[in-house]
């Protein structure tokens, strides 16, 4: 069911894409579709050939393994306790397995393609069983709680989330495992607009400059001139004025070519389809609201009170993308987001049910990846050097030949 109308949308996007092609060449439009089509899903890499030309081939740890775990703590601690002060969070439990039926799961993208660890549990021998999934990301469930712990307009939470997404392919900065900075805050609707979202955005900045200068203070190795540090202000650029700028390349072509000019963006406007007839990446259709319409800085009409963080990794020498975030769907953009996937039926689901009524509060959240944050700041050329996890054997080896060493 879920499959069948994601793949609805995913037809609705070609069609919409073939009519602005119209007077194209055939190998130009079909080359063009098709590399933007599998750019849609995901920003992993793919295969081990390509994996094995982006890992450096002079790469030195700037940190030995016990100075790594040190920092890795040091700016742990930095980040929960600024990120709590900045945005008035208070750090909070998590859930590691949900309810299938609670619909609080998330999904990830809307084309299928990214479906949880689901298991039955055989409560009292299984006359009151629970089928449960183990979580993608706290996404709705945080929304829910704030409800739950009787949080205010203005106050909001935090939490050390762990998850498992078995269905990404694992490169240098994907893993099965997954650690975030999972926060939501409760707002008021005169707050759901882009100027809200970008003095958030630039609060969560902060921290994350803040712990780069608290980790370099405590080890200077870290400090070098074969890295560049972090700049001082985020820019802030919409998902259709980098289409502008780069009309034929596929979304991750784009942003490696946009760091190139601006080291750190905030990409607005991710999950509308753009004037190519394509998304600039899948975004699910319940709890980011990327479908209500705002205006520009010049004036022109954009989609979208979402977004990402992405950064320069000048390790890698690749996008590095640190945080998604967005004010979340009110019972309009619900609505709307729901029936541009195709996916009405999910407001049978108890949360769905409570944004429509208007049971949840309207908020603002995001995930910020904790490994991968980690990766950055100690400038690390594998997600496995931060983090413990399972690697397949030839990425492991790749890695070794490489003087890159993943923790096992």
């Known amino acids: 069911m879920y499959c069948t109308d994601a793949r609805r949308l995913h037809l609705s996007i070609l069609v919409s894409s073939d009519r602005r092609n119209k007077g194209r060449s055939f190998s130009q439009t079909s080359t063009d579709m098709s590399s933007k089509k599998a750019d849609l899903a995901g920003p992993g890499i793919g295969n081990y050939d ?212 601006y080291p750190a963006i905030f990409i607005i406007g991710i999950g509308w389809v753009l004037k190519d007839g394509y998304p600039h990446e899948m975004r699910a259709a319940d709890y980011d609201d990327w479908v209500t319409e705002t205006r520009s800085e010049d004036g022109r009409p954009m989609h979208g009170l979402n977004g990402d963080i992405l950064v320069w990794n000048p390790v890698t020498k690749r996008r590095h993308e640190l945080t998604s975030m967005g004010i979340r769907v009110n019972a309009t953009s619900l609505k709307k987001q729901l029936e541009l996937s195709g996916q009405l039926n999910f407001l049978n689901f108890p949360y769905h049910q409570g944004i429509i009524k208007g049971d949840l509060p309207l908020s603002i959240g995001g995930g910020i990846g904790q490994s991968r944050t980690y990766m950055y700041l100690l400038r690390k050329a594998h997600l496995g050097e931060v983090s413990v996890t399972v690697w397949p054997k030839i990425l492991k080896e790749m890695c070794s030949r490489k003087n890159i060493h993943v923790i096992e």
């Open 50 to 261: 390509d994996l094995n030309k982006i890992l450096p081939d002079d790469y030195s740890s700037l940190l030995n393994p016990k100075d790594t775990q040190r920092a890795i703590f040091a700016a742990k601690n930095y980040i929960e306790e600024n990120l709590c002060k900045e945005l008035n969070l208070m750090m909070v439990q998590v859930p590691l397995i949900v309810d299938v039926e609670s619909g609080v799961n998330d999904m990830l993208d809307r084309d299928g393609s990214r479906t949880p660890v689901q298991f039955h549990i055989s409560n009292d021998y299984n006359k009151h069983p629970i089928d449960a999934q183990v979580v993608q990301a706290a996404t709705k469930w945080k929304r829910v709680a704030l409800k739950q712990f009787g949080l205010k307009v203005g106050e909001g939470i935090c939490t050390d989330m762990r998850a498992v997404r078995k269905d990404y392919f694992l490169d240098h900065d994907h893993s099965a495992f997954v650690d975030q900075w999972d926060w939501e805050k409760v707002v008021t609707e005169n707050e759901r607009n882009l100027g809200y979202l970008k003095d958030t955005v630039r609060k969560i900045w902060k921290v994350l400059k803040g712990a780069e200068t608290h980790v370099q203070t405590s080890f200077p190795q870290l400090k070098t001139n074969k890295y560049p540090s972090l700049p001082d202000e985020i820019t802030f650029l919409h998902a259709e004025d980098i289409l502008d700028k780069y009309p034929d390349m596929p979304r991750k072509e784009r942003e490696t070519a946009i760091l190139q000019k």
